[in-house]
């Protein structure tokens, strides 16, 4: 079931009631949202007005290449819970979506090597089913040698799918993946009922380089995604349709890639830390800032926060069980210089999985604390508690909120403020450390939610 078909009949099927949970918009005497994803942690959460959608997600065990299991949830009309869920077909990964101002959905699909886009209503109606097509793709830039990218052809690594991202632009779309050659591609993408998705400006973010792949020796769960994130991409725009792009240099030789290909000098130590590029609109490039987290860095978070981009993701601040700190960047727009960072130690092992602006121009950001970690590997403790902060508009630290913990491990993954000035807080508890499900693999569970919370 790969083609228009397939997929239409996959939606129709599931248009039925999301799983668990109460209704309510959490506005006047209606209860606050309540939602249930048993077995799937909420790791994406987008509102506009009363009405949201959420990405959820199935924990599983490593392997390659990644192919994550991901459904889309979608609000009723009144914003509560019980609207439509899209499962994608078989062979097909449901990667990301932008929610747009109509309020009309974009999604992005990915197979091992190719790339969809479909267009769905606010209801969940399939709109537009179209294969991305790049014929550039396979012979962009490459710096280094050529035959450590696997696979040239295909519009996806090797390694995984989980390496493309939607952000929209009005009712269009930013696109951007990480090829089978391993260059970074953006596209703008404007859209039509008539014509479907159409490119307007494709643009090389970083070539392709050497990436180093990474495997789990033991274990049957990667809770922070650690094993595959050098090849991930985060991606955001403003309101005035700026784009900005972040990319891990984890394990890669980004950062001499870079150097070579724009010309632009990097310090030739560079090895831990993201590189952020900016873009206008109209696909003029701005220029890349490098954020040199000195040790090494996981890139979780990326959002525009008025006329600043938030990057976020967790450090190996010291080589300890409790090592790990959560990092947060604040790089203004159009900068191109190398960038500060500030560290935020909140209780052991630390993450800030996403990140948003408050009303008031403060932040807000959401992870995972509490845990510990193989000083000299990726096991992480079935044990850590739910982050969530406030923090002031240049990121220091204001307040350490307490969410309620779960049973084992606990993640907070997403946010998103809603019309009616409560949050959706969405995430997992009750979920796998690494080793949890080694003998047992019904462990290999875990309990998500996505909620509504005044602050």
Known sequence: ???????????????????????????????????????QAVVKVRSQGTAWAALAETSRSPEIPTRPDRRLL??????????????????????????????????????????RLLRVSAAGQVLREQDFLDPLAASDPFVGNPRDARDPQS????????????????????????????AVVLHRLGYAAGTGFTGQ????????????????????????KSLDHQWRVVLDADPQGRIALAVSLDFTDGAEGHTQYFGETLDPQLFNGVLLSQFSATGQRVGTTAIDTRYRGELHALRWVGGQVAVAGRVRSAGTADGWDAF???????????????????????????????????????????????????????GARPLLAQLAADGQLQQRLTPTAGLRHNQLRALALRGNGAWLLGGMENGPGTHSADADPALLKADGYLREQRL
């Open 155 to 182: 519009l996806l690594p090797h390694i995984t799918r989980d390496a493309a991202r939607l952000t929209p632009l009005g009712e269009d779309v930013a696109l951007a993946f990480r090829s089978g050659r391993h």
């Open 74 to 115: 979608l609000s009723p009309p009144d914003g509560g819970s019980g609207g439509a869920d899209f499962v994608p077909p078989a062979g097909w990964s449901l990667l990301d979506f932008a929610l747009h101002p109509s309020g009309q959905l974009s999604l992005l699909l990915g197979s091992d090597r190719e790339l």
């Open 328 to 382: 947060l960047a604040l790089v203004p727009a159009g900068a191109t210089t190398l960038a500060a960072y500030r560290v935020l130690d909140f209780d052991a092992g630390d993450v800030i999985l996403d990140i948003a602006q408050r009303a008031d121009a403060g932040l807000l950001v959401a992870g995972s604390t509490g845990y510990t970690q193989n000083p000299s590997g990726a096991s992480v403790s079935e």
């Open 1 to 39: 079931m790969t083609g228009r078909h397939g997929v239409a009949a996959v939606l129709m099927w599931l248009l039925t009631a999301c799983g668990g949970g109460g209704g309510g918009t959490g506005g006047g005497d209606a209860a606050p949202l309540q939602l249930a994803t048993p077995g």
């Open 201 to 224: 400006w494709r643009r090389i973010v970083e070539p392709g380089v050497y990436i180093g792949a990474r495997f789990m020796t033991s274990g049957s769960f990667d809770p922070f």
